[in-house]
């Protein structure tokens, strides 16, 4: 695109040399989202750089940026693809090109990405209270799907059996196990698969997976989280579930206990999850094991490009880096 809001031009692919520049408007626009919504006292601080190198690797071509006519960043848009699930964020523009259209441009750009790499499914997540994000992205086809609640689990007791993890193994036993979480992925939820987010986990260096597996050493689960500090120059305090998919919803409190073993192992305080409101059964299993409720987003898909309810057990798919 060009000649929109003063001669900005893109995309252009996002490159290592971007990253503070894309941290720096990444800060500064969500700040001003809070302020507009009355949180004023709400700052973004700058996020932990290497999980901006995982997302955009992670993203390819779907990692997308413009520039104004002095060649600074306007605006961005990382569009994600896991198999035919595909999903946007985080996207921004920079406050004082807002409304002149750039950001629409952004968004369509998006969208026509996913539908190239053959996604069924496309969505987004926003903040479930601003109502300018809801109605701008239902001015784009988008229709609410539910809330997303993430709850957090204490970290477990320091007696918790450790939990096997994918770094313990070698890299053929890895590439092996990583072939039986696509498998279970797209069996739980048809299209799903998480493959390229675990290999790059690993390679960053951010976290590592869970695997649970039952008596006869069958994979029925698997929680791919991160725990390296998500915002820039902070201590390790949360475990972050990425992924995570149960072959059966009964699994949910074994899973849940691997989960707290090992939130206590990595040094974090707790283990966070993503709840998606289609899961109702899993949310009140994890609130009866103790999880407490901490915040709220609201999951958006484009109309024709909506979630497929998994064919069995649970799938939680976080939309956020």
């Not at 290592?16 to 990444?26: G, P, S």
């Not at 500064?28 to 302020?35: C, D, G, P, T």
Request: aromatic share 6%.
């Amino acid at each position: 695109m060009s000649d929109v809001a003063g001669r900005v031009t893109g995309p252009f692919p996002i490159k290592a040399e971007d990253l503070t520049a894309l941290n720096v408007l990444f800060s500064e626009a969500f700040s001003e989202r809070y302020r507009r919504d009355g949180m004023a006292g709400v700052r973004v601080p700058p996020l932990n750089p290497t999980i901006w190198r995982f997302a955009i690797e992670g993203a390819g071509t779907g990692a997308m940026l413009w520039r104004d006519g002095l060649g600074r960043i306007a605006a961005f848009n990382i569009a994600h693809v896991s198999g035919t699930e595909g999903w946007m964020g985080p996207l921004a523009v920079r406050e004082e090109l807002q409304g002149r259209g750039l950001g629409r441009a952004i968004v369509r750009a998006g969208i026509e990405h996913l539908k190239a790499a053959g996604c069924r499914v496309i969505g987004l997540e926003t903040m479930p209270r601003t109502m300018d994000n809801i109605g701008f992205y239902a001015g784009l086809g988008f229709t609410p799907a539910g809330l997303t609640i993430t709850l957090t689990l204490e970290a477990g007791s320091a007696t918790d059996a450790l939990p096997p993890l994918l770094t313990q193994l070698g890299e053929a036993e890895r590439a092996a196990v990583i072939a039986e979480c696509a498998a279970l992925s797209s069996a739980v939820r048809t299209g799903c698969d998480y493959s390229r987010e675990i290999a790059l986990t690993v390679r960053h260096g951010l976290g590592d997976m869970l695997v649970m597996r039952d008596g006869a050493g069958r994979l029925t689960g698997f929680a791919l989280y991160h725990d390296a500090p998500l915002v820039e120059g902070r201590n390790r305090e949360e475990l972050r579930v990425l992924k995570m998919v149960i072959e059966d919803a009964d699994s949910l409190p074994r899973m849940s206990e691997l989960l707290a073993a090992q939130a206590r192992r990595s040094g974090t305080l707790r283990a966070a999850l993503r709840v998606q409101g289609e899961h109702r059964g899993a949310f009140r299993t994890l609130v009866a094991r103790g999880a407490r409720v901490r915040w709220t987003d609201l999951r958006m898909t484009l109309s024709g490009y909506d979630e497929v309810p998994p064919v069995s057990g649970i799938a939680l798919s976080n939309w956020e880096i």
